[in-house]
């Protein structure tokens, strides 16, 4: 069966749903009934299932120009509710802050998205959310890596930022990339990108680098080169070579340090 993914906004997960017989193409704007609601949203993947049970939204169809409009006018009064909403944070001196809110289709909820360094007892908060609004109150907590998502716009590189277009889901990035590329050294100012976390982009050459090292013997393995019996100190991962301390002829001699290729004969 094929599974459409559709993206709601920004910062909510993205939704596997059954297109239950309706045509769709990758961009499309469907109605559809989620564990929250009826929702508007977009189509940005479809793929191939054979588990039933992993869509776990229903489409009803294409969501035409009134449909839109509609979530355009319900959205209108996001900044009243979010005005409102930080006042009441402040009322109830809660450590957060908020990112954005949404209107559900159906007009019966209404989700705030913040950031918060740990948890947050916002129950209270609902509670007063929902007495005013009149809808379900739904708070949704983020990482600053899906503010940026939402907020921001041009990358360091000068290009659009990857989570903002290709990326579907921002994957794990740690402080090992850097290592294995051999770019620790840049400092965490030029590695970090406007969320302050490291880069998506250290992720997508990872594997080739993987592959490379392998190809690498291990930081103190003992060689035998040319100019003799050393040990390996350090790696050129992407020129595929070593450095070698060679060992001294004589006890009062200085160790030097060459560059040997690997998998290729020494000249």
Known sequence: MIIA???????EKFFAANPDGVNLSIGDFVIMNTEFGKELGRVVELRESKDEAEASSS???????????LLEDLNAENNEAMEYCREAVKKHGLDMKLVDCHYSFDGQRLSFAFIADGRVDFRELVKELGRYFQKSIRLHQMGVRDEAKIKGDIGCCGLNQC????????GNV?????????VVHRGSERLSGICGRLKCC??????????????????????????????VIGWHVLKCSVDV????????DKPIVVEIPIGKKEE
């Not at 989570?163 to 921002?170: D, E």
């Not at 740690?174 to 051999?182: C, G, M, N, P, V």
């Open 5 to 11: 993914t559709v993206e709601i906004n920004p910062w």
């Open 59 to 69: 489409i009803e169809g294409l969501a035409s120009n009134s449909d839109k409009k």
């Open 163 to 170: 989570c903002r277009g290709h990326l579907k889901k921002l």
């Open 174 to 182: 740690t402080s090992e990339f850097a290592d294995d590329q051999q």
């Open 202 to 231: 250290l992720a997508y050459e990872e594997e080739h680098y993987q592959e490379l090292i392998k190809k690498l013997p291990p930081v103190g393995t003992r060689v035998k080169t040319k100019h003799g019996r050393g040990e």
């Open 245 to 252: 301390r060679i060992d001294p002829e004589k006890a009062d």
